[in-house]
């Protein structure tokens, strides 16, 4: 157990639908990182949020947004879903932006768009 | 941004053999590299990572080695058993944009054959 929550673990909607995804942190990291998992694929970057503030963006299409709550947890928001956003959704955690500073991957929510 | 390539894409060893999996970067401002081993249907877990002062890293049957001047860095499973069988990712990471999100390569499945 990594210390990093994420709710749901499963999630089957329809396609244009609008779902979000939640995360908690480890106790004490103050940065959270989403990752998208698609079939066969490997880990995409998506983004990052620091203390509240948004650090790094990745390949995350405009669809989609996150954000961090003051207690430090954070949700992404999946909108106008599409077939092909179907995948598992992590959220990883560290304690600050140093460089060097280990992610801890939660369990993910596995996404299914019908 | 980092491109990071990863090979072979399988791999297939017989139990109590070593198995190299190897990782180059773009980005020379890379500076953190983890390698994390995913089971199937779940969260990716940390095996070991090394950071760019460092050459060489072991951790009982597991290790890393990095050559910053080529780019490259690979993956070292000696004596390796049945539960080794995964997928397997490296990484690369930079602070200097103030931001640490990972770039992964595309993974390494590795079965391990009893």
């Known amino acids: 157990d990594s210390g990093v929550t994420q709710t749901p673990k499963h999630l089957i909607t329809a396609t244009g639908q609008r779902v979000t995804l939640r995360c908690s942190p480890r106790?004490?990291?103050?940065?959270v990182y989403w990752y998208q998992q698609s079939l066969d694929q490997g880990l995409q970057f998506l983004i990052q949020?620091?203390?509240?503030?948004?650090?790094a963006k990745g390949n995350i299409l405009e669809r989609f947004s996150a954000q961090q709550f003051p207690d430090l947890h954070s949700e992404l928001n999946l909108s106008s879903l599409e077939l092909g956003d179907s995948a598992l959704y992590f959220c990883?955690?560290?304690?600050?932006?140093?460089?060097?500073?280990?992610?801890?991957f939660g369990p993910g929510t596995r996404l299914l768009v019908l | 941004g980092e491109n990071v390539e990863q090979h072979p894409s399988t791999l297939s060893v017989q139990e109590g053999d070593s198995a190299v999996i190897k990782c180059t970067y773009s980005?020379?401002?890379?500076?953190?590299f983890p390698w994390y081993k995913q089971e199937l249907g779940k969260r990716p877990q940390l095996i070991i990572d090394?950071?760019?002062?460092?050459g060489e890293k072991k951790d009982q049957r597991i290790a890393v080695t990095l050559n910053k001047t080529a780019k490259h860095f690979s993956l070292h499973i000696t004596e390796t058993q049945p539960e080794d069988s995964a997928v397997y990712f490296c990484?690369?990471?930079?602070?200097?944009?103030?931001?640490?999100?990972?770039?992964f390569g595309t993974g390494t499945r590795l079965t391990v054959i009893p």
């Open positions: 990484a690369a990471s930079t602070d200097q944009t103030g931001a640490n999100n990972l770039f």
């Open positions: 990883a955690s560290s304690v600050d932006l140093s460089g060097g500073e280990t992610q801890y």
């Open positions: 090394i950071r760019s002062n460092v």
């Open positions: 106790s004490g990291d103050l940065s």
């Open positions: 980005d020379s401002a890379s500076n953190y």
């Open positions: 949020y620091y203390n509240g503030e948004e650090r």
